[in-house]
């Protein structure tokens, strides 16, 4: 008993200490906050799970299973209030989004279990590290996602995130550790570069050109690409290759020149010793009630629970998705597929709908009150399905090798 004392009154004195030497010096204050993790984890015991670094050795597929719904409090694994960088965009609850069942679904793989997300582990792997998410807002949303499942371990005056566009960028002192989002919609350039005024309407993309965004990927040691919604616009998408005429392509053929472009690039710089790539799959859209409960005229609007049977949604291409299967696969560097779209396709709950912002403003209740045109069937709240997505990648970052 009198040693268990000793033990919370030595406990106490270290938390001083933390607040005082945090405050003074980096380096030091990354070992002290590691202290003070393994002090206050729920389990006293090292996050190291060898049964899953055993699965995953063995081949455990991360992308096949089913969602599960928790309920011993564990999910969400941060909220709205806790993380201080969520962007009012993704911020459901805050917004007004009546159910928050989406916040509570964990991902199991049938072959395995995932491991639990150690922010401290991540940022001992990160140390003098940049890691850099790039594509559209879907793929800003898994920054943020990101962001959040780093920062509850950082405390407040250790961490920041700033702006360089198109870069957003979040700072961990103590680690040295750089955690970037690069707004390039379709990877190659485009008139939709620009990270705040991008072109909607009249996209023009130059499939052969990339070096513009690519100067400011070189050396980066974790690289995530993704890019499909924007091409998905009409069937038909102007673009420049090889002189500057432009020209109508269809959008099969776009995004096999746009990835060969990009491919090109990575196998004339990429060190396979100092960096690890990724790309993520496509994100599904949905859009279409009736292809989930036939006979409905609806949207992603008002749904709660995901669907519970086979499903993948026309808005998902096979086409889009077999291109960047085939791409990575004729590739000499090693980039690594995070295929999320099936276990995504599930999750027709976890989209903000009409809790979320156009043009800069939250939707107004008239137009919440008409989902059939206000509604957005294509981004994720958070937390949600996008922390899935990085707990996948966390296990790869963690795990692998
Ligand atoms: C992605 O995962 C799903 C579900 O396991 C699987 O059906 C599909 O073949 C995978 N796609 C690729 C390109 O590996
Ligand atoms: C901090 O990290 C960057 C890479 O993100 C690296 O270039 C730099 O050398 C590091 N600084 C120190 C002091 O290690
Ligand atoms: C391509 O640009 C031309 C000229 O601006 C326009 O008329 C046409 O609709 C555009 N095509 C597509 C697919 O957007
Ligand atoms: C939303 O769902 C609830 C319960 O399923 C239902 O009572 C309500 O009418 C729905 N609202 C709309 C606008 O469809």
């Given at each position: 008993m009198?040693?268990?004392?000793?033990?919370l009154l030595?406990?106490?004195?270290?938390?001083?200490a933390?607040r005082?030497?945090?405050d003074v010096s980096?380096?030091?204050?990354?070992?002290i906050?590691e202290?003070?993790h393994?002090?206050?984890?729920?389990?006293?015991?090292?996050?190291f799970?060898?049964?899953?670094?055993n699965?995953?050795r063995?081949?455990?597929?991360?992308?096949?299973g089913?969602w599960?719904?928790?309920e011993?409090?564990?999910?969400?694994?941060?909220?709205?209030?806790?993380?201080p960088y969520?962007?009012q965009?993704?911020?459901?609850?805050?917004?007004g989004?009546?159910?928050?069942?989406?916040q509570?679904?964990?991902?199991?793989p049938?072959?395995?279990?995932?491991?639990r997300?150690d922010a401290?582990m991540?940022l001992?792997?990160?140390r003098n590290?940049?890691?850099?998410f790039?594509g559209?807002?879907l793929?800003?949303t898994?920054w943020?996602?990101?962001?959040?499942?780093?920062?509850?371990v950082?405390?407040?005056?250790?961490?920041?995130?700033?702006?360089d566009?198109?870069r957003?960028?979040f700072?961990?002192?103590d680690?040295?550790?750089?955690v970037?989002?690069?707004?390039?919609?379709?990877?190659?350039?485009?008139?939709?570069?620009h990270?705040?005024k991008h072109?909607?309407q009249?996209?023009?993309?130059?499939?052969d050109?990339?070096?513009?965004h690519?100067?400011?990927?070189?050396?980066?040691?974790?690289?995530?690409?993704?890019?499909?919604?924007w091409?998905?616009?009409?069937?038909?998408?102007?673009?420049?290759?090889?002189?500057?005429?432009?020209?109508?392509?269809?959008?099969?053929?776009?995004?096999k020149?746009?990835?060969k472009t990009?491919?090109?690039?990575?196998?004339?710089t990429f060190n396979?010793q100092?960096?690890?790539?990724?790309f993520?799959?496509?994100?599904p859209?949905?859009?279409?009630?009736?292809?989930w409960?036939p006979?409905?005229?609806?949207?992603?609007?008002n749904?709660?629970y995901p669907?519970?049977r086979?499903?993948?949604?026309?808005g998902?291409s096979?086409?889009?998705?077999?291109?960047l299967?085939d791409?990575?696969?004729?590739?000499k560097?090693?980039?690594?597929?995070?295929?999320?779209?099936?276990?995504?396709?599930?999750?027709?709950?976890g989209?903000t709908?009409?809790?979320?912002e156009?043009?800069g403003?939250?939707?107004?209740?008239?137009?919440k009150?008409q989902?059939?045109?206000?509604?957005?069937?294509?981004?994720?709240?958070?937390?949600?399905?996008?922390?899935?997505?990085n707990?996948?990648l966390?296990?790869?970052?963690v795990y692998e090798?």
């Amino acid at each position: 008993m009198s040693s268990l004392l000793t033990f919370l009154l030595a406990s106490l004195v270290l938390i001083g200490a933390v607040r005082i030497v945090t405050d003074v010096s980096g380096s030091t204050g990354a070992w002290i906050h590691e202290i003070h993790h393994w002090l206050f984890s729920p389990v006293f015991y090292n996050h190291f799970d060898e049964d899953f670094a055993n699965a995953f050795r063995n081949g455990c597929n991360l992308f096949d299973g089913k969602w599960a719904l928790e309920e011993d409090g564990s999910r969400p694994l941060y909220t709205e209030d806790s993380c201080p960088y969520l962007t009012q965009p993704v911020t459901c609850q805050r917004n007004g989004r009546p159910d928050s069942t989406y916040q509570r679904w964990k991902w199991e793989p049938r072959e395995c279990k995932l491991p639990r997300f150690d922010a401290l582990m991540l940022l001992r792997s990160l140390r003098n590290k940049r890691l850099m998410f790039i594509g559209d807002s879907l793929q800003r949303t898994q920054w943020e996602s990101m962001v959040c499942l780093l920062q509850s371990v950082v405390p407040d005056r250790r961490k920041s995130v700033y702006k360089d566009p198109p870069r957003r960028i979040f700072f961990v002192e103590d680690y040295n550790a750089t955690v970037e989002f690069y707004w390039a919609p379709f990877i190659v350039e485009s008139n939709s570069d620009h990270a705040t005024k991008h072109t909607v309407q009249k996209r023009q993309v130059r499939l052969d050109s990339v070096d513009k965004h690519s100067k400011k990927w070189e050396g980066v040691d974790i690289l995530v690409f993704e890019s499909y919604v924007w091409w998905m616009y009409k069937p038909l998408i102007n673009a420049t290759f090889g002189s500057s005429d432009v020209k109508e392509y269809n959008i099969f053929d776009a995004y096999k020149l746009a990835l060969k472009t990009w491919a090109n690039w990575l196998e004339s710089t990429f060190n396979p010793q100092l960096q690890k790539a990724f790309f993520m799959s496509l994100s599904p859209t949905h859009l279409w009630s009736w292809e989930w409960r036939p006979g409905s005229k609806e949207n992603c609007f008002n749904e709660t629970y995901p669907i519970q049977r086979p499903f993948w949604g026309a808005g998902s291409s096979l086409e889009m998705a077999g291109t960047l299967k085939d791409t990575l696969q004729g590739m000499k560097a090693k980039v690594t597929l995070l295929n999320i779209t099936q276990l995504s396709e599930y999750r027709k709950d976890g989209h903000t709908s009409v809790y979320t912002e156009r043009r800069g403003k939250l939707l107004t209740s008239k137009e919440k009150s008409q989902p059939d045109i206000y509604a957005d069937c294509i981004h994720w709240c958070l937390p949600g399905v996008p922390d899935t997505w990085n707990e996948i990648l966390y296990a790869y970052l963690v795990y692998e090798n």
